[in-house]
């Protein structure tokens, strides 16, 4: 068995071979007469030692003669002895150095008491080896062949070795190694020198062996029967601890050990005993591992059980075995590597136990210490049998003394803090489990509800704990097992969650460790109540003791729950019955809705939290509600929202309020689950934002009806858990009472109030003179009793059957920028509003869908700005229908029955101050009308004496040639006619003057001609220069002033310079000449006036307009008959003319007779080119007849001769048009603006103000065709 093998290593093999090619010369050639000498010599030395070695019965006497004898032969560091195992698979250190360096090394320890396996290494070549061997270290270490006690020689510093076995009759029984810690000191001589030491050893070392093998069986024989002895007094666990862990270990080494009880019925085992210094403690996993019962058939502890003798087990290879035990893993995982186990048995030869000891070295047991175990076993045995046989006793003791200190404690339990604390002391003392609860079974059997938990539970780490114990969970087969049993019932998780069977109500509990449960039913009178739950987070470890304990203790716990129950209902109907008084005196005291809600605040915080309460009025035929009175948080009660639900009304099949309307009591919501009804509004939205989470409601009923609901209102979705609602009932019952009363108090309040308002409004309209003060009443007084936002009050007219706004108060569709145009419009009577009031004798309300529906543009516009009811009431003057009261308000469903009756009751003081508004009005518009009549005339008298004092006349035109004739014969055209006329002309050629020739040539010459010059008034001015201002409209307006186109009516305005007017103000103008009507600065009505406009100008407008200064349709529509004047330089023939006419105007006005102008002087005046025209003529006519001193104007002194500078006016391309022309043109355009429209609104001959025959007329004696749908000249 000791030959080499095929499967020696590689390195190994080829080293050796080597060394046996250098040492066979040594030992097979011719030697030397020297090296024959030398042997003879060693020969002699080992024969001399020879009866020293036969007289050596220590190991330390061996080393001593090895170190001293054999060290003076040839050099070594040290020397070693090693011996085999029986079974010639390990080996064992016999003999160390005591002094050698290698004992410094931290592994030195396990080198001399480990057993070392025998590989295909070194050792096993030296075995099978006849010679002595020599070996490299450093060549080892290289090709990676070093054993692990051979590092820890080579890391002290060994570098070479040569060994050499040790024969026992024919039979190796181990070997020795002489080591050197330097290279090179080993000779062939050495090997037969070592060959030699290891013959005259080997006896030595057997005769030790043979010595320490008698030595051993007499102390293990002694170490037995102390051992018997011990094991016979031991009664309790602590003393077979001691035994193991101080006798034991004096027969055999092991880090760690552990004794393990079976259970009765042989199907898995527990801890009994457990190493203190165990290094498996170290483990995360430890104590949850030892606290498990482990199975017998996990492929180890059934061997075991099995076996007659001790079973060694690799821990390595056990560990990574499919489906190892956790505590195999545990070992494994804390540095255990070898391990022995042996089954305890009774006397009948029933396995009882299981003792196992563990090393952290490899290959630590062996067959010596299994023969070792299997002989004390018997022992072990019956020292286990007496130590359980003992704790059986002392458990049955504890038993009955627990249980009837149990007894008598559940006797005096009056609460649920009485009975946990029991449990948890006392049925803990008796069997393990994590903890225990109770719950409760609903009268039909359908629920189970949680009555006790314990406050240690894990069960509370769970994310959905809270919701759990708070749930009303169904009776599932477990529970419904449970109540039809008499016994109680075991249930394994842990085999159910392999099939996924785990019921509903213990799936939280197996997710948070639990794995075993017992159930018992508890009992009153044979009646299943509840059920009292244990629960464990080991696995087998209720043992059938256990469950009659928990059998026997359910009565116990019944009973003492039933009297909880009963005590705790005593407490809450006297509690109920205090509270209810107390609030009965304090509702007493109530008198309106803010007392109401303080007393239901201050006595619901005693009782339960939350955050807000409200009471909600119910209104039966709408089958809606609106909030009556309220108490909520800042955050909600400030809310920009809020305010508006306050004023709302909302469908009680919300979700929530038909649940309360349905149930007999109080009745929990969730707002999460309200918000999925299809019926949920704003209310319930703006509670769930603001953050309210559960709601408690309940009904409030008077004789029998619903009259309203409690409402209470939290932000924690576990609020109103165990609260008494008999209580929150009988509260309502009062509350109802209450609210009944508050509302008929508020009724008659609300009464004398409108009687009060109406008495002071009929105070107030006797009065009312202007719409002023009657808006001043309705903002003063009604909006007091009346929910409208808005109110306005219609005027009818019954000429065409109109009507329009007399007064308004509309606060909120003011901001609206279209609100002008309504307030100012006319409205037909069939509006869909005023036409079915003007037939009803009381208030019509007029939903927001009613309302949708008549599609009429002022009513559409009211919904727009955010109006959702009307409530309208005719007033009428005489039984003649004069208009209506239009309240409007921002919510639906405001407007009450008794609103109905308040408004119809104040229509008839608003009909009278209407009346009396209008009468008057009519009067002040009289007086009015006769002040403005007086002011025009005044107006108009101070005009015509500035027009009187500028001596104008038709005859003030002077010209005779072709240029002026043509002007003349365009004025004779068009003065008869009210067409604009456009006068074009440089400065100073007469354009004022052709106005008047105008004016006075035209049908209006009886009234004013009023001339605005453009240029000479400032930009802020014109406006109200042209269309006058009322008192107040600007600083400085200190009284109302008519403007020049009052003041020009039926007569003729005269724009000069129109040329300079500002762009904002061209739009003005514009309107006012196009729609013959204007609006005083400041003023509110439109005035219709009849002006003819003639523009003057001596700017090209034309180039105005194309460069962005003037206005296109401005200029179109002034432009329709335009006379251009030519310049003083193009009328030359007309000089002594206009001379001739100055010098006598001027000489007469100065008293000087000049009438002559001499022949040179009228040369210069010839030959000058006038860039002041006739203006600059007549001026300096007028300065040479005030310095001429004889009556000849002799020399002029005209101004220096110059190129005419001045822009001239360019006269458009186009040629011009006679009267009739322009006449055409314009009706013609007017027509194509009306696409063809000549009669009705809007027609063509309503804007021409003319007749639709006269127009006709026109059409047809200017020629005016209609061709493709346009007008056009034929």
């Not at 649920?416 to 049925?427: A, I, K, N, S, T």
């Amino acid at each position: 068995m000791f030959e080499s093998s095929d499967n020696t290593e590689p390195g190994i093999e080829k080293q050796r071979d080597a060394l046996h090619e250098s040492a066979g010369p040594g030992l097979t050639q011719q030697k030397s007469i020297d090296q024959l000498q030398k042997e003879l010599e060693y020969k002699n030395i080992l024969l001399s030692l020879s009866k020293d070695i036969a007289s050596i019965r220590a190991k330390e006497d061996l080393n001593a003669l090895i170190k001293t004898k054999f060290g003076k032969l040839f050099y070594f560091y040290h020397c070693t002895i090693c011996t085999l195992s029986e079974d010639k698979v390990s080996l064992r250190a016999f003999l160390l150095d005591p002094n050698s360096k290698v004992k410094k090394h931290n592994d030195y320890n396990n080198l001399i008491t480990d057993t070392f396996p025998i590989a295909n290494g070194i050792d096993n070549i030296i075995i099978n080896s006849d010679h002595a061997i020599f070996f490299d270290f450093d060549q080892l270490e290289e090709m990676g062949t070093l054993p692990p006690q051979g590092k820890v020689i080579y890391e002290s510093g060994i570098r070479e070795m040569i060994g050499c076995r040790l024969m026992k009759e024919n039979e190796v029984f181990g070997f020795v190694d002489f080591f050197s810690d330097m290279k090179g000191q080993f000779t062939e001589d050495n090997f037969w020198l070592v060959e030699s030491i290891a013959s005259l050893i080997a006896p030595a070392v057997a005769n030790i062996l043979a010595q320490e093998e008698i030595e051993n069986r007499v102390k293990e024989r002694e170490t037995m029967l102390a051992l018997s002895n011990d094991i016979a007094r031991v009664k309790d666990r602590a003393g077979l601890m001691d035994i193991i862990q101080n006798k034991l270990r004096s027969l055999f080494s092991f880090s760690h050990s552990l004794a393990l009880k079976c259970s009765d019925d042989l199907s898995y085992l527990t801890t009994f005993l457990l190493d203190p210094h165990s290094q498996s403690r170290t483990d995360p996993n430890y104590q949850h591992i030892v606290s498990q019962r482990v199975v017998v058939n996990d492929g180890f502890l059934n061997i075991v059980l099995d076996s007659e003798s001790s079973v060694i087990v690799d821990i390595e290879k056990e560990a990574l075995r499919v489906n190892a035990p956790a505590y195999m893993k545990m070992h494994f995982n804390t540095g255990l590597r070898h391990g022995i186990a042996l089954a305890l048995r009774s006397a009948d030869q029933r396995p009882i136990g299981v003792l196992a000891f563990y090393s952290n070295r490899k290959g630590h047991f062996d067959q010596r210490i299994a023969g070792l175990l299997e002989r004390i076993s018997y022992h072990l045995s019956t020292a286990l049998s007496n130590v359980l046989f003992n704790e059986d006793i002392q458990e049955r003791d504890k038993e009955k003394m627990v249980l009837l200190n149990l007894s008598q404690r559940m006797a005096q339990i009056r609460n649920q803090g009485d009975l946990l604390e029991v449990m948890r002391l006392e049925l803990k003392k008796l069997f393990y489990f994590s903890y225990s609860n109770i719950v409760l079974i609903s009268e039909d059997q359908k629920y189970l509800r949680a009555f006790l938990a314990d406050p240690a539970s894990t069960l509370k780490n769970h994310p959905n704990y809270a919701s759990f114990v708070k749930a009303n969970h169904p009776v599932e087969p477990f529970p419904r097992l449970v109540i039809q049993s008499e016994k109680p019932v075991y249930m394994n998780l842990e085999e159910m969650a392999l099939f996924g069977q785990i019921p509903n109500v213990l799936k939280m509990h197996y997710e948070v460790g639990i794995r075993e449960v017992v159930a018992v039913a508890l009992r009153n009178e044979n009646e299943v109540f509840g059920i009292l739950n244990f629960y464990s987070d080991r696995i087998n470890f209720f043992t059938a003791n256990h469950l009659d304990i928990i059998e026997g203790v359910s009565n116990q716990v019944a009973t003492a729950v039933s009297n909880i129950i009963a005590n705790e209902n005593i407490e809450s109907r006297e509690k109920e019955t205090r509270i209810l008084l107390s609030l009965s005196g304090d509702i007493d005291k109530v008198k309106d809705r803010t007392d109401l809600m303080r007393v239901i605040r201050h006595r619901l915080t005693d009782l339960l939290s939350f955050d807000d309460v409200s009471i909600a009025l119910y209104n039966a035929p709408k089958k809606k509600y609106t909030i009556f009175a309220h108490n909520v948080h800042d955050k909600r009660g400030l809310h920009p929202d809020f305010g508006p639900l306050l004023t709302s009304e909302f469908p009680v099949e919300d979700g929530i309020h038909e649940v309360a309307m349905k149930a007999d009591g109080p009745v929990f919501i969730d707002i999460e689950h309200a918000l999925q009804s299809p019926n949920k509004h704003s209310g319930t939205e703006f509670i769930h934002q603001s953050g309210i989470k559960k709601m408690l409601v309940v009904k409030l009923t008077s004789n029998n009806e619903v009259i309203g609901f409690l409402n209470i209102l939290s932000e924690s979705a576990e609020s109103f858990e165990n609260i008494n609602l008999n209580i929150i009932k009988g509260i309502s019952d009062q509350l109802s009472v209450a609210v009944s009363n508050i509302i008929f108090l508020e009724e008659i309040k609300r009464r004398d109030n409108e009687n009060e308002i109406l008495l002071s409004v009929s105070d107030a309209i006797s009065s009312i003179r202007d719409k002023r003060d009657l808006l001043h009443v309705i903002q003063k007084h009604l909006k007091r009793i009346l929910p409208f936002s808005d109110i306005c009050v219609s005027n009818y007219s019954t000429e065409n059957s109109t009507y329009k706004i007399f007064i308004y108060d509309c606060p909120k569709m003011e901001l609206h920028p279209d609100f002008g145009q309504i307030v100012t419009a006319v409205f037909p009577l069939s509006d869909g509003i005023h036409n079915v009031l003007v037939d009803s004798d009381n208030a019509v309300i007029f939903s927001y869908e009613q309302l949708l529906a008549m599609q009429m543009p002022h009513v559409n516009f009211m919904l727009g700005a955010g109006i959702a009811e009307i409530a309208g009431i005719r007033i009428q003057n005489n039984n003649e229908f004069m208009g209506a009261i239009i309240l409007m308000s921002e919510q639906a469903n405001s407007f009450s029955s008794e609103d109905q009756n308040l408004i119809l009751r104040l229509s008839h003081h608003i009909s009278t101050a209407v009346s009396n508004i209008i009468a008057n009005e009519k009067i002040d518009q009289q007086f009015e009308e006769i002040k403005s009549y007086k002011e025009q005339l005044e107006e108009e008298n101070l005009y015509l004496q500035q027009e009187a004092g500028g001596g104008y006349s038709y005859d003030d035109i002077v010209g005779f040639g072709p240029e002026m004739q043509k002007v003349f014969r365009l004025l004779s055209q068009v003065a008869f006619a009210d067409s604009t006329v456009l006068v074009l002309g440089e400065t100073g050629t007469g354009k004022e003057l052709v106005a008047r020739a105008l004016h006075n040539s035209s049908p209006r010459k009886d009234k004013l001609l009023v001339k605005v010059n453009c240029a000479a008034l400032p930009a802020s001015l014109i406006e109200s220069e042209l269309f006058g201002h009322e008192k107040g409209s600007f600083t400085g307006a200190t009284e109302r002033r008519i403007g020049k186109f009052e003041l020009a009516n039926h007569g003729t305005l005269f724009l000069d310079e129109i040329g300079e007017m500002p762009l904002d103000l061209q739009v003005k103008l514009l309107r006012a000449i196009q729609e013959k009507e204007i609006e005083r600065v400041g003023g509110k009505s439109t005035i219709k006036i009849d002006v003819r406009i003639i523009a003057a100008t001596n700017r090209n407008l034309q180039r105005e307009v194309d460069e962005g200064r003037f206005r296109r349709d401005l200029f179109y529509r002034i432009n329709v008959f335009p006379i251009i004047l030519p310049p003083l330089r193009e009328r030359r023939n007309d000089i002594p003319a206009l001379v001739s006419h100055f010098i006598e105007k001027y000489a007469r006005n100065t008293g000087k007779k000049i009438s002559n102008i001499s022949a040179k002087a009228m040369k210069e005046l010839m030959d000058y080119d006038w860039p002041g025209n006739v203006r600059e003529l007549e001026h300096l006519i007028e300065r040479n007849i005030l310095v001429t001193k004889n009556n000849t104007l002799n020399d002029m002194n005209l101004p220096v001769k110059r190129m005419v500078e001045t822009e001239m006016f360019v006269e458009p391309a186009q040629p011009v048009k006679t009267f009739e022309e322009n006449e055409r043109d314009y009706i013609i355009e007017v027509i194509n603006s009306c696409d063809g429209k000549l009669s009705g609104p809007g027609g063509a001959a309503e804007i021409l103000d003319l007749n639709i025959s006269t127009l006709n007329h026109k059409i047809k004696k200017l020629g005016i065709n209609k061709e493709k749908g346009l007008y056009s000249k034929i």
